[in-house]
C-alpha cells in the first residue's frame, strides 16, 4: 500500500522539482572538468539539483607527509597484490576466469582506481587499465556486462553488481578521460532501463539502489540524455524506503546475540543507506530527504553508536555494548556515504564524522602493513582469536582475526576505498570557483578558477598536532574564496592569513576567506584539541582529543593460524592476537575536567603512522586494576556499570590513538574517587 502511494507522488513531485529547478543550470557544466564530454545535441529535459561542492577530478588531489606514507603501505600491501594470487580478482569472470564474477572484482577496481591516480602508481595504473579495457571489450551487444548471465532474461537476477559496476567505471574515466569507458557505462545503464522493467530490483539490488544513482548521475552531467533521469526514477521507485523504515522502531533494537540476520538492519547497506537521501535530494528535492541523513546518523548513534564514530553491526545492527563488533565493509560504505553527504549538502558537521571514523575505525581494522584485516573490530577488543564461543549476532567464530578473509570475504574485495577516497575528498571545489577544506590531512590540490591554476598545500601533522599551515599558490592574482572547515569540538580556534592579525573561527562553520589571492600567500590555522572525557555504555568512560579517540595500550602477541590453507602464504597470513599485559583496569578521572589527571605527549608521527610504534601522540592516565573484570565468551567482558571501587595500586596507563592499538580497551569502567 505505502509503495504505491510513494511511487505516485514521487511521480508528481518529479514534474514539480523540475519545474522549480528550470530556471537553475546546474553547477555541472561550469566548475566540473569535463575532460570528454561529448557533444550531444539532446538536451537535458529535467535538471539534477547542483551540490554544494564538487569533488575534484580524480589525481588533483595529492596525499604529503603521513598521508603519502598511509597510501604508500595500503599499496604495497594487500591492495596492491590482490590481483597476484586472490583468486576471486586474479581468476575473476569480469576478466575473463572461472571464480567469483559478481561483486568482488568490481569492488577491489573501485578502491584501488582512486589509489593508483592519487599515487600516480604508474605500474598500478597500467594493470587497471588492462582490466577494465577487458571490461568494456567484453561488454556484450546489448549493453550488459559480460558477467550477467545469458538467461537472466528468463531468471530472476540481482542486479547489485551492474550498480557497483557502473560507479566503479565512472572513477575510471574521470581518471583518464577514456570516452569508450563513458560509452560503455552509458550502454550498461541503457541494458539496466531495459532489464528493470522485466526483473524489478530485489534483495541487494533493492537495498543498494541509490547506487545506482552515482553512475547515473555522472553520465547525465556529461551527456544530458533526458532517459537517465527517469532511470534514476525507477531505482528510486524500485528501491527500499529507508525514511520510512527510520520512522519505525525495529532499527533502535540491538539484533539479538547469535540472533536474526534482516535485510533492513545489515550493517553494510545501512552505512551505504547513510547517504540515500543526499542522492535522492539532488533528483527531487524535498525536505524530507535533506534532513534525512543526520536523523539517521542520530539514531544510529543513540542505538548502536561506538566511540569511532561508527554503529556496531556483526553483521546486524547490535547495540550500544563496546564488544560488539562493527564490519570493515561497514566502516569504507560510511566514510563514502559521508563524503557524499559533504559533497550534496556541505554541512561542516559531516566532515568531523569523516575525520572521526577515517582516523579511529579505519586503520584500526588493518595489520601496520595492512596485509592483514579484520572483519569486525570491537572499541574494547582485548583479544582476537578463533572463538566458538562467541557472542556476534550473525557472523562466524574467526570475525576478529586479522587476516586475507576472515570470515567471508567481502571485506577483502571492498576494503580499499577507504584511504583512497578520504584522500580524493579532503578539498572540494565550490560553486563560486573557490575551494573548500571540507577535511584535514597533508596534501596538495591543484584546481583551476577562473582560468587561473591554483595550488593549495596544507603542511600538517593533524591529527596528531594542532597547527595547520596552509599555502596558496596562483600564478598569477586572483580572486576566489577559500572555506575551512572549522571542526565543532575545537575551543578558540584562530587564523592568521597572509600575515594579517589573527581571526577567531567560530566551530561547527565553514570560515569563508575572500580575497585578491596576490600569488602565494600562507594560512596559519590552529584548532586546539582540549581533552574531553565522554560517558559511554555502562556508564564507562572514553578519553577523546580532537577527531582521535585514545584506548589503552596492550602488549600484543601476534600467532599465525592457517598457515597450510592455500593462499596463506606470508606477507599475507591470517594472525590470532593475544594481550601480553594486564587490559582490566578502571580509570580515575575527572569527568568535567580530565585535563587534570591526563598528560599529553607528542610523539614523533612515526613511518608507519597507524601501528603501536608509530603513534604520533600519547595519553598518560591514572588507573587500577579491577580484578573481577575478566574474559567473557573469549572476549573483555561487557564495562561493569556505574562507579568501582578497586584495592588495588595506582597506576600510570599509556593511552594510545585507537587506530594505532590493534588491541585495545576504550571505554573504561570509571573508578570512585
Ligand atoms: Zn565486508
Redesign the pocket.
Known amino acids: 500500500m505505502h509503495r504505491i502511494e510513494r511511487r505516485e507522488f514521487i511521480r508528481d513531485a518529479a514534474a514539480g522539482a523540475c519545474a522549480l529547478l528550470a530556471r537553475r543550470r546546474p553547477a555541472a557544466s561550469a566548475t566540473m572538468p569535463q575532460r570528454s564530454a561529448p557533444s550531444r545535441s539532446a538536451k537535458p529535459a529535467r535538471e539534477l539539483a547542483p551540490p554544494a561542492f564538487r569533488p575534484l577530478p580524480l589525481g588533483s588531489i595529492r596525499p604529503q607527509g603521513w598521508l603519502a606514507r598511509q597510501l604508500r603501505i595500503q599499496a604495497d600491501g594487500l591492495s596492491g597484490h590482490l590481483d597476484e594470487f586472490w583468486p576471486d580478482v586474479a581468476r575473476s569472470r569480469w576478466f575473463g576466469g572461472d571464480a567469483e564474477g559478481w561483486e568482488r572484482a568490481p569492488y577491489w577496481l573501485d578502491g584501488v582506481i582512486p589509489l593508483a591516480w592519487i599515487l600516480d602508481d604508474t605500474a598500478l595504473k597500467a594493470r587497471i587499465g588492462r582490466y577494465v579495457e577487458y571490461i568494456a571489450a567484453h561488454q556484450r551487444p546489448d549493453g550488459w556486462l559480460a558477467p550477467y548471465p545469458e538467461d537472466a532474461v528468463s531468471k530472476p537476477y540481482d542486479l547489485w553488481a551492474i550498480l557497483l559496476a557502473g560507479k566503479m567505471l565512472v572513477q575510471y574515466h574521470e581518471a583518464t578521460g577514456d570516452d569508450r569507458i563513458l560509452r560503455a557505462v552509458e550502454r550498461s545503464l541503457r541494458a539496466l532501463h531495459g532489464g528493470l522493467a522485466r526483473t524489478p530490483l530485489y534483495d541487494w539490488g533493492r537495498f543498494r539502489w541509490f547506487e545506482g544513482l552515482i553512475p547515473v548521475f555522472y553520465i547525465y552531467e556529461r551527456t544530458g540524455e533526458p532517459w537517465l533521469l527517469d532511470l534514476a526514477h525507477t531505482l528510486r521507485a524500485q528501491g527500499f524506503d529507508y525514511v520510512e523504515l527510520y520512522r519505525g522502531e525495529d532499527v533502535t533494537v540491538p539484533t539479538p546475540r547469535r540472533g536474526l540476520w534482516k535485510w533492513t538492519k545489515h550493517v553494510?547497506n545501512t552505512a551505504m543507506a547513510v547517504k540515500a537521501g543526499a542522492l535522492s535530494w539532488r533528483l527531487r528535492p524535498s525536505q524530507d530527504d535533506r534532513v534525512f541523513p543526520a536523523r539517521m546518523i542520530g539514531l544510529l548513534d543513540r542505538f548502536h553508536g561506538q566511540a569511532t564514530g561508527m554503529f556496531t553491526g556483526d553483521?546486524c545492527l547490535a547495540g550500544r555494548n563496546p564488544v560488539q563488533g562493527t564490519?570493515?565493509?561497514?566502516v569504507v560504505e560510511f566514510l563514502y556515504s559521508l563524503e557524499t553527504l559533504l559533497s550534496v549538502f556541505g554541512d561542516p558537521p559531516f566532515g568531523d564524522r569523516l575525520e572521526r571514523v577515517a582516523y579511529n575505525a579505519l586503520p584500526a581494522a588493518f595489520s601496520p602493513d595492512m596485509w592483514a584485516h579484520q572483519?569486525d573490530q570491537q572499541a574494547n577488543q582485548v583479544q582476537c582469536t578463533i572463538n566458538p564461543e562467541h557472542m556476534w549476532t550473525t557472523n562466524g567464530p574467526e570475525s576478529n582475526l586479522f587476516g586475507l578473509e576472515p570470515?567471508?570475504?567481502?571485506?577483502?574485495?571492498?576494503?580499499h576505498q577507504g584511504w583512497p577516497k578520504f584522500a580524493a575528498g579532503l578539498w572540494m571545489k565550490t560553486p563560486d570557483e573557490g575551494i573548500a577544506a571540507v577535511a584535514y590531512a597533508p596534501s596538495t590540490a591543484r584546481f583551476d578558477s577562473r582560468g587561473t591554476p591554483v595550488t593549495v598545500s596544507l603542511a600538517t601533522d593533524y591529527p596528531f598536532r594542532e597547527t595547520l599551515r596552509i599555502t596558496v599558490e596562483n600564478g598569477r592574482p586572483a580572486r576566489f574564496p577559500l572555506l575551512l572547515r572549522v571542526p565543532a569540538w575545537t575551543e578558540g580556534a584562530t587564523a592568521r592569513v597572509a600575515g594579517l592579525p589573527e581571526q577567531s573561527l567560530r566551530p561547527g562553520t565553514f570560515h569563508r576567506i575572500e580575497r585578491e589571492w596576490p600569488g602565494r600567500a600562507e594560512i596559519e590555522l590552529r584548532f586546539p584539541m582540549k581533552l574531553r572525557a565522554a560517558l559511554r555504555y555502562n556508564e564507562a568512560v572514553a578519553l577523546e582529543r580532537g577527531p582521535l579517540v585514545f584506548s589503552l595500550e596492550l602488549g600484543e602477541t601476534w600467532t599465525r593460524v592457517h598457515a597450510d590453507l592455500p593462499h596463506r602464504e606470508l606477507p599475507h597470513g591470517d594472525f590470532e592476537v593475544r594481550p601480553s599485559t594486564p587490559w582490566n583496569y578502571g580509570l580515575l578521572i575527572d569527568m568535567e575536567n580530565p585535563a587534570t589527571s591526563v598528560r599529553l605527549e607528542e610523539r614523533p608521527v612515526g613511518e608507519n603512522p597507524f601501528s603501536p610504534e608509530g603513534a604520533g601522540v600519547a595519553a598518560i592516565a591514572e588507573g587500577r586494576k579491577l580484578p573481577g573484570w575478566k574474559l567473557a565468551h573469549g572476549w573483555a567482558a561487557e564495562t561493569p556499570p556505574g562507579l568501582q571501587e578497586s584495592g588495588e595500586a595506582l597506576e600510570k596507563l599509556t593511552l594510545i590513538p585507537y587506530g594505532c592499538a590493534k588491541l585495545r580497551v576504550t571505554e573504561f569502567p570509571r573508578l570512585r574517587k
Open positions: 553494510v553483521e564490519e570493515l565493509c561497514a572483519y570470515n567471508y570475504g567481502c571485506c577483502t574485495a571492498n576494503m
